[in-house]
């Protein structure tokens, strides 16, 4: 034994192995109005003493350039110019000085109206050519309030207080709400509120009101269409009355919200919570969040209307209703870039440094996930023994007759395996797992070259070896662990950086519903 | 980007994704998905369900007082009595503590070292207190244990592999059948050949250098029980050198620790210590100048 | 010089300064080890009688380790006041330990004297005293020092909080620190052993626990123990550090194998004054420990108490805040069981406080050395009546990055109450404005870490 474990005297003299290394990572976001992008730094270091495998995480999260806000080039209604949106982000990409093949991670995000599946086939194939530098998703409400939640910092606030922190992320047409508690999303919700729902001139002639908010207009008495003039003074109680329900639906306690349901037909877009948890701050992001923090209440039509549009009313009605509230108001760290900030900067981990796997084989983008959860053993005499072997043998046959039926079996590689659970991972069991997953992997995807495997906890190069030793030449193991990935959600895996450390970025679709 | 996976299927992948997102109102229903997404979510702990019980009688946060004791190994939120701890408390304390002895003075299971088919040698430590006093002895294999080395063991092995008690017997028991096997066929997987393996009753790191003096492999690696602690008393230790000789400095060793079932994971780090055996032969170095 | 003498009949005729200290010395394994220790209690007795005839005049002019050679015995030399050598240098060592237990002298004595002795003369006498001895003389040594807040004064027993988390994660630290500020702990300093030795994340521990000093305006100092370099490129990155640590040796040998010497020390002592958070003077905290020089093989055939003496000779240099020795840390081969470890702690703190160094001790042991918590009991009670400026608070005495045990934060809460101690005068006003303590005993809120959150 060294005479001093725990202070190796050898170790750590300024060592610079233990040092850091920076990785460029870029976010675009193509919305309905805008298109922005974002290239950020990000600094990987090693967060395993030297006396412990190695282990990696992400450090610090740099902004390195922000675009301005373009108009997002359409063809139609909701038509995206795919041509010039990518003239536009490689522009962008230029001026940022990020050369092809600097960028280890990217996240292309298509929000709001425009994301649809015409306009991401478009995209994805304009980015053909630099394919392997970006994750393209389409975001959903819950997504983008997800990724706004994080590009606006709530997540990281709510580690510092007790309660909740929402986020309202409200851009044009839809509020994208995300609660955290403690660091970690619990709740998501949409409404139909922003600031071009209503469109309107100096005048007060009304130009444009949305299909999404026709509903909740009837029914609250607002006699209101394109082509009638309006008075200041309405649409100040329209926005205002907007402003409180949206604050009321999260403040009025659970009793109320069925009552708040009857009142509110057709403001929330999708699902509501099943319950809401008890918040203690909000913030506003998007375009409304930064008209909150920088511009002055509008007097009068003229003032509001600079944009033919209710967002600066709407934005000083939120900021009087969130003042009068019981609850804290704070600043969001960004605002009308706070999506594409989250997309670019917060999607992506590293994977634990042990793995298995041939570095040409990378990147995989868009790989779908299949769990395989494995529950604790019984131990005790031969017949439990048998019976847990059986137990596997079906679970294994299910998952992979499952992964059969879901995915494409010519696709290289079809999907991932995630394995989870609170097994106990001994030399015994690993062999035996990797001899039936083996087995069937094989018995249902016999022409797939490559099989994919994402473990929950460490092991994921002994148990890449067991497999490959059994695959032979005929497949490619490709093992990472340490990242915990869900049913439906798609995973990309980007090219090592020095060495082993596997840039990992999780999309998931399925999003909490309530408050835990 | 993956040549085999061209341009089309990549399309379609995505809108097979953008599908089911479309199509994905039901998703939000699955019970399942309280995890979420894209974040980073650091060691995934095995056991982070296990319920605390909450012993600071009105605590101003209940919740808040579980997300602390949930951050950390440490003894906290244990509370007091006057101003002394508790008496399970004290007592638990005390457990882990006569464990951590017990192991010191323990014997390695000799079924596990013929499942292994690891012979013993010793080396001149005589006996436990003069093995805690005089480290140097056990960095001295005895004579006879020479010659039966040199009378079993291949010389000039590529990787020799040697396991010994140090200061927990227990650390042997419980992780050498998932670390030995795994380290095994991670050398196969790498092509490497390992000499003749053995056990050395009584033995300090420094044992490496005196074998190394004596079968010349071009990389040692010894599997050792660690000084017992109180969080467990069988972890245990890889020392590996690229070409052990006396005079070798402790900055020429490369260590992996902590190597338990709630620590470092067993079979995970016997796989790792073929790719840094792997490494040292490319590199021909190990310690503070093997580069990782 | 006479290294001549007759015990019980037998003649005893040894050979130079060094064998005199070493067999001089309590019974130590590590001397043992060493192969320079006594053979039996006789000679044991031969040496110390030999050495208390010696004069303090005898041990300079045979240096152990010349300072031409040695750094460390250059730094020593280099502190010498000869008007007060001058006045004491006929001393034997039996007349210097009588001068330091008599009733007159104080600690305004012993502290001009201080300045006319070296670290082997410390040891020499300290080789002479009994336990009691060293607990009565230590008590009369008050050593208050300033980096943002004051402690050492008498009455005062401070504690480091000591949250360690076996991966420097934040919030794990954070947990532990909340639970000693919940006991009344981390007057001495906010200290965290880190298990990382990179810049980033001594930065990152270095900002989060300051955050915690800044939000409850708690009146403290913090630090983060990883090597100098490494806390050096942290604060030249622009973390908050109010002191820096460093390890230390009693040999210019030992120094190198801890990646140190006088020069890189000079050096992080301007970038502290100069970059720190502290306000000083003293913005050092430094750890040391008997037989550390052996395990590096740069003891030079001297003994562990001599040797530890010199550390406190080098770190006076830089006018510590703080330090300690880490006693029971290094393992049975330097220190065997209880009795050695309890003998090793009163003579190191005894060691510094005599060489005006603001002394604490982390009374600990390895669960190798014969050794267990009721002895950890028994030593910080003979420290706290020894006047120990601080001990370390680990949550339960029980260190799960370290694998070590110490004290607790209940057992320093004890000591106070038992031995009528306060915290630092400045951090118990923190208490009692957060509640926490009345008139020097905890209040019923007290235990609870919720309060820092």
């Known amino acids: 034994m060294a005479a001093r474990i725990g202070y190796p005297v050898w170790l750590g003299m300024g060592d610079a192995k233990m040092d850091g290394s920076w990785i460029t990572s870029a976010g675009i976001d193509i919305g309905t109005s805008t298109t922005k992008l974002i290239v950020s730094r990000l600094k990987l270091v090693r967060t395993s003493s030297a006396l412990s495998l190695p282990r990696y995480e992400i450090a610090e999260r740099e902004l390195m350039y922000a675009s301005p806000i373009?108009?997002?080039?359409?063809?139609?209604?909701?038509?995206?110019?795919?041509?010039?949106?990518?003239?536009?982000?490689?522009?962008?990409?230029?001026?940022?000085?990020?050369?092809?093949?600097?960028?280890?991670?990217?996240?292309?995000?298509?929000?709001?109206?425009?994301?649809?599946?015409?306009?991401?086939?478009?995209?994805?194939?304009?980015?053909?050519?630099?394919?392997?530098?970006?994750?393209?998703?389409?975001?959903?409400?819950?997504?983008?309030?997800?990724?706004?939640?994080?590009?606006?910092?709530?997540?990281?606030?709510?580690?510092?207080?007790?309660?909740?922190?929402?986020?309202?992320?409200?851009?044009?047409?839809?509020?994208?709400?995300?609660?955290?508690?403690?660091?970690?999303?619990i709740g998501t919700i949409t409404f139909h509120i922003g600031g071009r729902l209503i469109q309107l001139d100096e005048t007060g002639m009304i130009r444009y009101v949305a299909p999404s908010i026709r509903t909740w207009l009837g029914a609250n008495g607002y006699r209101i269409e394109a082509g009638i003039v309006v008075a200041f003074s309405m649409i100040k109680d329209i926005c205002y009355a907007l402003s409180r329900e949206m604050l009321r639906y999260f403040i009025g306690g659970n009793v109320a919200l069925t009552d708040w349901h009857r009142n509110n037909n057709g403001l929330i877009a999708g699902q509501s919570l099943e319950q809401v948890p008890e918040i203690e701050e909000w913030m506003v992001s998007g375009g409304i969040g930064k008209l909150i923090q920088e511009r002055a209440a509008p007097a009068n039509l003229a003032e509001m209307a600079i944009h033919h549009d209710i967002g600066p009313l709407l934005a000083s009605a939120l900021r009087d209703c969130m003042q009068a509230s019981s609850l804290r108001v704070v600043d969001a760290d960004e605002t009308v870039r706070a999506t594409v900030i989250g997309a670019g900067m917060q999607s992506m981990e590293i994977g634990g440094a042990t793995v298995h796997l041939d570095p040409k084989l990378l990147p995989i983008r868009n790989l779908p996930v299949l769990k395989l959860e494995l529950s604790a053993a019984n131990e005790g005499r031969e017949e439990v023994v048998r019976l847990e072997a059986v137990r596997l043998e079906a679970e294994l046959e299910d998952t992979l007759r499952t992964a059969f039926n879901l995915f494409d079996p010519e696709a290289v590689p079809p999907f991932a395996l995630a394995i989870t659970g609170t097994r106990t991972m001994n030399y015994a069991f690993l062999q035996h797992l990797a001899d039936r997953l083996e087995s069937r992997f094989t018995h249902y995807f016999p022409r797939s070259g490559i099989m994919v495997v994402v473990c929950e906890r460490d092991i994921a190069q002994a148990l890449g070896q067991a497999l490959q030793r059994r695959c032979e030449k005929r497949l490619k193991v490709i093992c990472i662990d340490q990242i915990r990935v869900e049913h439906g959600d798609y995973i990309d895996l980007g090219e090592p950086v020095s060495g082993m450390m596997i840039p990992v970025v999780v999309k998931t679709l399925a999003f909490p519903n309530g408050a835990r | 980007m993956n040549p085999s996976l061209e341009l089309e299927q990549f399309v379609d992948r995505v809108m097979v994704e953008l599908e089911r997102k479309f199509g994905?109102?039901?998703?939000?229903?699955?019970?399942?998905?309280?995890?979420?997404?894209?974040?980073?979510?650091?060691?995934?702990?095995?056991?982070?369900?296990?319920?605390?019980?909450?012993?600071?009688?009105?605590?101003?946060?209940?919740?808040?007082?579980?997300?602390?004791?949930?951050?950390?190994?440490?003894?906290?939120?244990?509370?007091?009595?006057?101003?002394?701890?508790?008496?399970?408390?004290?007592?638990?304390?005390?457990?882990?503590?006569?464990?951590?002895?017990?192991?010191?003075?323990?014997?390695?299971?000799?079924?596990?070292?013929?499942?292994?088919?690891?012979?013993?040698?010793?080396?001149?430590?005589?006996?436990?207190?003069?093995?805690?006093?005089?480290?140097?002895?056990?960095?001295?294999?005895?004579?006879?244990?020479?010659?039966?080395?040199?009378?079993?063991?291949?010389?000039h092995p590529q990787v020799q592999v040697v396991v010994s008690d140090g200061l927990s017997a227990?650390?042997?028991?419980?992780?050498?059948?998932?670390?030995?096997?795994?380290?095994?066929?991670?050398?196969?997987?790498?092509?490497?050949?390992?000499?003749?393996?053995?056990?050395?009753?009584?033995?300090?790191?420094?044992?490496?250098?005196?074998?190394?003096?004596?079968?010349?492999p071009d990389v040692l690696v010894l599997l050792i029980g660690e000084r017992p602690g109180l969080v467990s008393s069988r972890s245990m230790s890889a020392y590996l050198c690229y070409r052990p000789r006396k005079g070798t400095v402790e900055s020429d060793r490369t260590v992996i620790s902590n190597i338990h079932p709630g620590g470092t994971p067993p079979v995970e780090a016997g796989a790792y210590i073929g790719t840094l055996v792997h490494k040292m032969l490319e590199q021909k170095t190990s310690g503070i100048h093997l580069d990782l | 010089m006479n290294l001549t003498t007759t015990v019980l009949g037998q003649t005893y005729q040894l050979k130079s300064m060094k064998e005199v200290l070493a067999k001089a010395n309590e019974e130590k394994s590590g001397d043992q080890l060493a192969g320079i220790a006594a053979e039996d209690a006789k000679e044991r007795m031969a040496a110390k009688l030999i050495l208390s005839d010696l004069t303090l005049a005898d041990i300079r002019n045979n240096p152990l380790l010349p300072p031409e050679k040695d750094e460390v015995s250059r730094v020593i030399e280099n502190a010498i006041n000869e008007k007060i050598y001058g006045e004491i240098r006929n001393w034997s060592v039996a007349e210097l330990r009588e001068y330091v237990l008599r009733q007159d002298t104080g600690n305004d004595q012993i502290r001009r004297i201080s300045k006319g002795l070296t670290s082997e003369m410390v040891a020499a006498c300290t080789k002479l005293m009994s336990n009691l001895d060293l607990v009565q003389a230590a008590a009369k040594v008050e050593v208050v020092t300033h980096c943002n807040i004051s402690i050492g004064q008498r009455g005062v027993l401070s504690g480091r909080a000591q949250p360690n988390h076996p991966t420097d994660n934040i919030q794990g630290i954070k947990a532990s620190l909340f639970e000693a500020l919940s006991y009344g702990i981390g007057d001495a300093v906010i200290g965290i052993n880190p298990v990382i030795d990179s810049a980033d994340s001594v930065k990152s521990i270095l900002l989060a626990t300051k955050e915690v000093m800044e939000k409850w305006s708690i009146p403290t100092q913090n630090c983060v123990l990883a090597h100098i370099k490494t806390q050096m490129k942290a604060i030249r990155q622009g973390a908050p550090a109010d002191m820096v640590f460093q390890s230390l040796a009693g040999t210019e040998d030992g120094n190198r194998a801890f990646g140190i010497d006088v020069a890189l020390l000079d050096e992080a002592d301007e970038?502290?004054?100069?970059?720190?958070?502290?306000?000083?003077?003293?913005?050092?905290?430094?750890?040391?420990?008997?037989?550390?020089?052996?395990?590096?093989?740069?003891?030079?055939?001297?003994?562990?108490?001599?040797?530890?003496?010199?550390?406190?000779?080098?770190?006076?240099?830089?006018?510590?805040?703080?330090?300690?020795?880490?006693?029971?840390?290094?393992?049975?081969?330097?220190?065997?069981?209880?009795?050695?470890?309890?003998?090793?702690?009163?003579?190191?703190?005894?060691?510094?406080?005599?060489?005006?160094?603001?002394?604490?001790?982390?009374?600990?042991?390895?669960?190798?050395?014969?050794?267990?918590?009721?002895d950890m009991d028994n030593l910080a009670v003979l420290l706290a009546a020894a006047g120990v400026n601080y001990i370390i608070g680990a949550p339960m005495a029980d260190d799960c990055m370290l694998n070590y045990q110490s004290t607790s934060y209940h057992d320093i809460a004890t000591l106070r109450e038992t031995m009528r101690l306060r915290p630092a005068p400045e951090f118990e006003r923190w208490l009692n404005r957060m509640g926490l303590m009345d008139n020097g005993r905890l209040t019923p809120l007290a235990g609870d870490p919720t309060l820092f959150m």
């Open chain 1, 70 to 185: 373009h108009a997002t080039p359409l063809t139609g209604a909701d038509q995206i110019d795919a041509d010039r949106v990518w003239a536009i982000v490689s522009g962008e990409l230029d001026k940022a000085e990020v050369g092809k093949g600097d960028l280890k991670s990217g996240a292309v995000i298509i929000t709001g109206e425009t994301a649809t599946k015409t306009n991401a086939r478009a995209i994805v194939h304009r980015l053909a050519d630099r394919a392997g530098d970006f994750v393209v998703a389409a975001a959903g409400a819950d997504l983008e309030a997800y990724l706004a939640g994080k590009g606006a910092g709530a997540d990281r606030r709510s580690l510092r207080i007790r309660g909740a922190v929402v986020n309202i992320d409200i851009g044009g047409g839809t509020a994208n709400a995300a609660i955290f508690r403690r660091g970690k999303l």
């Open chain 2, 24 to 155: 994905s109102d039901t998703l939000t229903d699955d019970p399942k998905s309280e995890s979420v997404s894209m974040e980073v979510k650091g060691a995934v702990s095995a056991n982070a369900s296990t319920l605390t019980t909450i012993k600071v009688p009105k605590p101003k946060w209940q919740e808040g007082l579980a997300e602390l004791i949930e951050s950390t190994p440490a003894r906290i939120g244990v509370w007091r009595t006057g101003t002394r701890p508790l008496t399970k408390e004290m007592l638990k304390f005390r457990c882990d503590h006569a464990a951590a002895i017990d192991s010191i003075y323990g014997e390695v299971n000799e079924q596990i070292l013929s499942r292994f088919d690891l012979f013993t040698v010793e080396t001149r430590y005589g006996n436990t207190e003069n093995y805690l006093k005089r480290p140097d002895m056990g960095r001295i294999v005895t004579a006879a244990g020479e010659e039966l080395i040199r009378v079993k063991c291949r010389s």
């Open chain 2, 170 to 216: 227990n650390a042997i028991d419980a992780n050498l059948p998932d670390v030995y096997p795994s380290l095994l066929d991670s050398l196969e997987a790498y092509g490497l050949r390992a000499g003749t393996p053995f056990f050395v009753r009584g033995g300090r790191v420094a044992v490496m250098d005196h074998i190394g003096e004596l079968l010349e």
């Open chain 3, 271 to 374: 970038l502290i004054a100069r970059e720190g958070t502290g306000t000083g003077p003293n913005l050092w905290y430094f750890e040391t420990g008997q037989g550390s020089e052996l395990s590096a093989e740069a003891h030079y055939g001297i003994d562990q108490v001599t040797l530890e003496a010199r550390c406190y000779g080098l770190a006076r240099k830089y006018k510590p805040f703080i330090v300690n020795t880490v006693v029971g840390f290094i393992g049975p081969e330097y220190l065997y069981d209880s009795k050695q470890v309890i003998r090793a702690g009163l003579e190191d703190h005894f060691m510094g406080k005599m060489q005006q160094i603001p002394m604490g001790v982390d009374v600990c042991y390895t669960n190798h050395m014969k050794a267990d918590q009721n």
